[in-house]
């Protein structure tokens, strides 16, 4: 049985195990919500299989009062829904926690665990009996685990009737039916356990100033509020659902108020070739344009990646990480495509890249890649993850500046060009490495011709080897400005602390609340969370001023470390690698696992932890 | 090859058109391709076409891929945009730089080799979205800038320079494109400027995906006997199936079009393309008729040329997708961005 002793309100974790297919999203949605509305920080983090129907498929949910939202792999309560799994399920419990089961069917007695209390509720008798139909009693079996759940952990029954009635609007029939079969979760609980268990709900006030979304649907409203018209994409999990979104966003946003036609144009390309294609083209006529993708179709826009970079095309991509090499595990996370951003294309390429660690930063990024790239000319990355980018994140309310203005770069007016005498497409006039473009169509003296092939300052081809070096080392320069116009490296400094960490995007959660759990064993890391590239100036100077710094990331070949090895002056022996790569989102546990043993091998871990 | 720049004087007598342009504002820089290659005649054909519809240089995008074919936007227009992107991906920009700017005559240049292996899906794609622009694939079923290998439109039994012989079947654009649902499909011979500059006008007035095949010989590697290609056979196995005359908006139509054999089709500005029969069971209107047509005379070993199939009727992308009328470019920002009590009232529902 749990300790009861210990207070665990608003502190734990529960994973609820379905077959994909049946609703049960739907119903880890309103739980999610239902604890997130008590005022409580939470997560959701969706576990699903490459497939569409029939397959095992997990959902997580972390509350905690503190707000450590990382996954966590301690889980205090699991809903075994599917008896394919219900022995892993079984497993996964911690000492002490429960498993809510369908008690319609026994368990077989070879998996029960007398560690843990087995809670049993004939969830699939009591909808065969109360609904008609074999979908809605599948359905409505999902609704009325929300109902046990409601009991066991105390949530609020009011606050789960006012998000049906939101939900369904007028269709009452299916606010009471769902309500019926919540119901019947919820009396059969209270009716058969002591409710509610050690680990419950107390209503709290720490999520009134945030709002639930996927980085996804951040992402697309950025690409909204940017002011981007030309959407080209093809189909890739975990990348889909940003033009999903962002076609509903424009559904709302972007229709013209007089002629009801559409202020925007997506494009379902044929391939990622392209689709980035069509976004250089775009890009190429004025427009603010995009495209999103994940690893393979990253490795397919590549030869185009290279041809933006060397005309000056801007471009503006989202790559949605997921577990590489090849299909690898599409539907799983990781920070594999390091390397494939920064270097994508043959020759002498680099890209400007931003990080972002959760949605908000999905959100403010999205804008400012389309600024940068205008401004630089040049692709820029939003590399976020799957984890990101489809899971539910708690995060601040969004909020937009009435008084931003598109940077849209060194673009030659008509005006402009009336007054100059010539014009030439890749001269550096200004000394900053970052030429004047002009536009299709505004006027004749505009004119000139972009190309991939050999090319000197006037935009002219060339074969001449100074007359090409001088239009390339201008366009290192210019890459490497961009430095100053990433977003800065988060950092929370450690007064005294001999060690550094440096993460990057979605390790972020689990990389403080692992700091704070070493602080507390007195250890004392500061802390450093890159945000894009090129890399700021003091990333290097972080990792110089430490005596050892973790770099904590999520790709079995330590792509951060190498990318700082190689690109900033940071001693390479200043930096251990601390990896997770298995394709569940990172925990605070690896972090403080892989620190620890790194430290006891550096024989600097304080007496009596190692 | 030469790197000789074209002097700038002009001749006082130099024809002018409407907007007071010679053929010579219409040209570009010197071409770089071997003398006597086909290319630098549809060239001087794209020029004649643009200088005689009066369209500004500026307001057209030169669009092309890789391969001697796409280097050709070069050699006209020099106050026209032009992009030169990657092999076979032409259409792509094309298309995306026609959803943000529909306002530009698009002109697209691609050969067989950049159009019929890794192009031939961003072709029919291209096709598929009815994009709206003209697009002119120079045809000489050989890769010139790689010296000579057969490209995927050489035909079985068609011997290269150095005597191989082509064992696999051609992938025609013809028949593709009208199977594809092309709403213009034409064909015609780059020693054929007479026929081919009406064709060319036609398909840049054409609202809608203009595909222009055109049988170019590469003086080089593929004009030798034994290929299905080069000039003397493309002259000896052209049949001109049907004439195309080109009648601008504002021209009166002559008593011509009251001739029997005459078929007007009016274009989406107004102006019209008047064709004349020569094959007497030809009809460019009947896509099903054409395509069993061209099949036979495919089978007879003749090349069919003429403006094949002509629909003025179809929708092209901007209108599939209902797009605004005016360029999505022209679009300013406050028009664009929901602002901030929008993204209020939005975040509601995320609660």
Not at chain 1, 103 to 118: A, E, G, H, K
Not at chain 1, 207 to 213: A, F, G, K, M
Not at chain 2, 182 to 189: D, K, L
């Amino acid at each position: 049985m749990a300790n009861d002793d210990i207070d665990r309100a608003n502190d734990f974790a529960l994973k609820i195990g379905t077959v994909n297919g049946t609703g049960s999203a739907s119903a880890n949605a309103m739980l999610m919500q239902a604890i997130f509305r008590m005022g409580v920080p939470v997560s959701g983090k969706n576990l699903f299989p490459s497939n569409i129907q029939g397959l095992p498929t997990w959902y997580e949910i972390r509350v905690n009062k503190h707000g450590h939202l990382a996954r966590t792999p301690d889980f205090d309560i699991m809903v075994a829904m599917n008896a394919e799994t219900y022995q892993r399920d079984i497993e996964e419990v911690v000492s002490g926690g429960y498993v809510i089961y369908d008690s319609t069917r026994p368990l077989d007695p070879d998996i029960l665990r007398d560690d843990v209390t087995f809670l049993g509720i004939p969830f699939a008798d009591m909808c065969v009996e109360n609904f008609k139909g074999a979908r809605v009693r599948i359905l409505m079996k999902n609704i009325a685990y929300v109902g046990a759940l409601a009991a066991f952990l105390e949530l609020d029954v009011d606050l789960i009737r006012e998000m049906l009635a939101e939900k369904f609007a007028a269709k009452q029939k299916l606010i009471d039916s769902n309500m019926q079969a919540i119901s019947l979760g919820y009396d059969y609980a209270r009716e058969n356990f002591e409710c509610p268990l050690p680990v419950h709900m107390e209503p709290m006030d720490a999520t009134s100033d945030s709002v639930i979304l996927t980085g996804n649907t951040a992402a697309a409203l950025g690409c909204v509020y940017a002011g981007a018209t030309v959407g080209a994409w093809y189909p890739i999990t975990p990348a889909t659902s940003i033009m999903d979104a962002f076609k509903e966003f424009c559904g709302r946003f972007r229709k013209d108020p007089e002629t009801g036609k559409n202020l925007y144009c997506i494009v379902q390309a044929e391939d990622e070739l392209a689709a980035i294609g069509m976004v250089i083209g775009a890009s190429w006529c004025g427009a603010r344009a995009f495209t999103n993708t994940s690893g393979p179709g990253l490795s397919l826009m590549s030869e185009f990646l290279g041809l933006a970079y060397y005309a000056e095309v801007p471009a503006v991509v989202f790559d949605v990480q997921r577990t590489g090499p090849s299909t690898g595990m599409p539907t799983r996370t990781q920070q594999g495509d390091l390397f494939t951003v920064i270097y994508a294309s043959h020759g002498d390429t680099k890209h400007i890249a931003l990080f972002p660690a959760d949605p908000e930063e999905c959100f403010y990024f999205a804008v400012s890649a389309f600024d940068i790239a205008e401004r630089f000319q040049t692709p820029v990355f939003v590399v976020s993850d799957l984890d990101i980018g489809m899971n539910d994140w708690m995060v601040p309310r969004l909020e937009w500046d009435e008084g931003y203005t598109p940077d849209r770069g060194k673009v030659l007016t008509a005006e402009d060009l009336e007054a100059v005498e010539e014009f030439h497409r890749y001269e550096d006039v200004d000394g900053d490495a970052i030429p004047y473009r002009t536009l299709p169509g505004v006027h004749p003296k505009g004119a000139y011709f972009t190309r991939g092939a050999g090319h000197d300052k006037y935009g002219g081809y060339t074969e001449d080897a100074e007359a090409y070096k001088e239009v390339v080392d201008r366009i290192a320069r210019k890459i490497e400005s961009a430095a100053a116009a990433v977003p800065e490296p988060e950092v929370r400094m450690a007064i005294d602390a001999p060690f550094g960490l440096v993460t990057i995007g979605a390790c972020r959660g689990a990389a403080l609340e692992a700091l704070e759990q070493l602080e507390a064993d007195g250890i004392e890391i500061s802390y450093m969370r890159v945000r894009g590239f090129p890399f700021h100036p003091s990333v290097a100077q972080f990792i110089n001023d430490h005596e050892i710094t973790f770099v904590v990331e999520q790709n079995r070949d330590g792509q951060l470390l190498k990318l700082l090895t190689v690109e900033t002056w940071a001693g390479k022996d200043k930096m251990t690698s601390v990896k997770y790569y298995g394709g569940l989102p990172l925990s605070a546990h690896h972090v403080v696992q892989g620190v620890t043993e790194a430290l006891e091998k550096a024989g600097r871990l304080p007496a009596g932890k190692a | 090859m030469s790197y000789i720049t074209k002097p700038e004087v002009r001749h006082p007598a130099l024809e002018e058109n409407a907007l007071g342009l010679t053929r010579r504002d219409y040209e570009g820089a010197m071409s770089t391709l071997c003398a006597g290659c086909g290319h630098d005649s549809v060239t001087a054909a794209i020029v004649q076409a643009f200088f005689e519809l009066e369209i500004p240089p500026h307001r057209a995008a030169k669009m092309s891929g890789i391969g001697c074919s796409s280097k050709t936007p070069a050699y006209f227009m020099n106050e026209s945009h032009g992009f030169n992107g990657v092999h076979g991906r032409m259409p792509a920009i094309a298309t995306g730089a026609n959803a943000a700017n529909r306002d530009l005559v698009y002109l697209g240049i691609s050969g067989d080799g950049d159009s019929l292996s890794i192009g031939l899906g961003q072709l029919c794609h291209a096709i598929r979205r009815n994009v709206n622009m003209l697009y002119v694939l120079e045809n000489n079923g050989v890769y010139g800038l790689t010296k000579g290998q057969f490209s995927a439109s050489a035909d079985v039994g068609s011997v290269s320079k150095r005597g191989e012989v082509n064992r696999h079947g051609p992938i025609n654009p013809v028949p593709l494109a009208l199977t594809l649902g092309a709403t213009f499909v034409a064909r015609s011979f780059s020693g054929d400027k007479k026929q081919l500059v009406p064709i060319l006008k036609a398909g840049l007035t054409h609202k809608g995906f203009a595909m222009v095949d055109v049988i170019s010989p590469c003086v080089t590697f593929n004009d030798h006997e034994g290929s299905t290609k080069s000039y003397a056979h493309t002259r000896t196995h052209n049949f001109e199936v049907v004439q195309t005359d080109f009648v601008p908006l504002m021209t009166e139509i002559t008593a011509e079009q009251d001739r029997g054999d005459t078929t007007a089709v009016t274009m989406h500005d107004g102006s019209t393309v008047m064709f004349r029969r020569v094959a007497e069971d030809y009809d460019p209107t009947d896509r099903e008729a054409a395509l069993s047509y061209l099949r036979a005379s495919q089978a007879k070993g003749e090349v069919a040329t003429g403006l094949l199939y002509l629909e003025e009727s179809g929708a092209d992308m901007h209108a599939c997708e209902n797009t605004v009328d005016r360029p999505l470019v022209d679009v300013p920002f406050g028009d664009l961005c929901p602002g901030s009590a929008a993204l209020e009232e939005l975040q509601k529902e995320w609660r």
